[in-house]
């Protein structure tokens, strides 16, 4: 921890999602100064909304093979370092319940609220500072510190982890902060497109499928070619608007425009 001026932080974790209050946590917890910023006043809305309100939290059988990147070994030291049994341990601490639904897929038995309260308690021990209902105007560097000047005053910070997330659910504030925050320092920023999504249709087109939503069934399912090739053996659920479920969110991350998926 730095010793000195009492406005100053250690680290400043930008979003208050998974990510970010695991990360405020942990480092709290060594010992840091940290600072936890949200411009949404709720916390950890994607949390709330995943597995059907259960939170999806973790897979058994987790591993560099389930993880796209154009390096395929950038996550397994993180991977290696913290494991899904180091989760599950986590989880015995705070008498969370929890169950397997198929193929290694764990849901709490209660409700996501109980991993939001885990996270939130993980982050009161580490003594970390909330800011939520703070939005950030400006970054700027300043010597060896970021001035975060936000609408609740300037903050400063020797790091600043960005947790922000990405574009998938604007409607729970999703945005491109974290991009736009990336470019401005000059880090490279990969071209974003749609993954871990349903597939939807045209209303019209869609129309005599309807009667289906709800039936869910197993597929396999699978699209592209080489390095972009996927395929799944999983659950498709049918919907008013199209096709979901494991399967089809996994497939969306490897299909492209005008790719067949069989």
């Given at each position: 921890?730095?010793?000195?001026?009492?406005?100053?932080?250690?680290?400043?974790?930008?979003?208050?999602?998974?990510?970010?209050?695991?990360?405020?946590?942990?480092?709290?917890?060594?010992?840091?100064?940290?600072?936890?910023?949200?411009?949404?006043?709720?916390?950890?809305?994607?949390?709330?909304?995943?597995?059907?309100?259960?939170?999806?939290?973790?897979?058994?059988?987790?591993?560099?093979?389930?993880?796209?990147?154009?390096?395929?070994?950038?996550?397994?030291?993180?991977l290696a370092r913290y494991t899904p049994q180091d989760f599950l341990a986590l989880l015995?601490?705070?008498?969370?319940?929890?169950?397997?639904?198929?193929?290694?897929?764990?849901?709490?038995?209660?409700?996501?609220?109980?991993?939001?309260?885990?996270?939130?308690?993980?982050?009161?021990?580490?003594?970390?500072?909330?800011?939520?209902?703070?939005?950030?105007?400006?970054?700027?560097?300043?010597?060896?510190?970021?001035?975060?000047?936000?609408?609740?005053?300037?903050?400063?910070?020797?790091?600043?982890?960005?947790?922000?997330?990405?574009?998938?659910?604007?409607?729970?504030?999703?945005?491109?902060?974290?991009?736009?925050?990336?470019?401005?320092?000059?880090?490279?920023?990969?071209?974003?497109?749609?993954?871990?999504?349903?597939?939807?249709?045209?209303?019209?087109?869609w129309q005599p499928f309807v009667p289906l939503a709800g039936v869910s069934m197993e597929?396999?399912?699978?699209?592209?070619?080489?390095?972009?090739?996927?395929?799944?053996?999983?659950?498709?659920?049918?919907?008013?608007?199209?096709?979901?479920?494991?399967?089809?969110?996994?497939?969306?991350?490897?299909?492209?425009?005008?790719?067949?998926?069989?």
């Amino acid at each position: 921890m730095t010793q000195g001026r009492k406005d100053r932080f250690d680290v400043a974790v930008l979003g208050a999602g998974a990510a970010g209050m695991m990360c405020a946590a942990v480092a709290g917890q060594r010992g840091a100064r940290v600072v936890l910023i949200d411009h949404a006043t709720r916390l950890a809305e994607k949390i709330r909304i995943s597995g059907g309100g259960r939170c999806n939290f973790t897979n058994l059988q987790a591993g560099p093979a389930n993880y796209l990147s154009n390096n395929p070994h950038f996550c397994r030291s993180a991977l290696a370092r913290y494991t899904p049994q180091d989760f599950l341990a986590l989880l015995r601490r705070y008498d969370i319940g929890w169950h397997e639904k198929h193929r290694g897929q764990l849901f709490c038995n209660n409700s996501a609220e109980d991993i939001i309260n885990l996270l939130r308690a993980e982050c009161d021990a580490g003594s970390v500072h909330w800011q939520t209902g703070c939005t950030i105007d400006e970054i700027r560097k300043e010597g060896d510190d970021f001035l975060l000047l936000t609408k609740q005053g300037t903050v400063r910070a020797g790091a600043v982890v960005v947790a922000t997330g990405g574009l998938s659910i604007p409607k729970i504030g999703a945005t491109d902060f974290g991009y736009r925050i990336a470019r401005q320092f000059g880090l490279k920023v990969v071209d974003t497109r749609p993954a871990l999504v349903p597939l939807t249709f045209d209303g019209q087109a869609w129309q005599p499928f309807v009667p289906l939503a709800g039936v869910s069934m197993e597929v396999d399912i699978a699209t592209g070619s080489g390095k972009m090739a996927g395929a799944f053996k999983e659950d498709l659920l049918w919907t008013h608007r199209g096709l979901s479920g494991p399967a089809v969110l996994q497939i969306s991350s490897f299909w492209r425009p005008g790719t067949p998926i069989d």
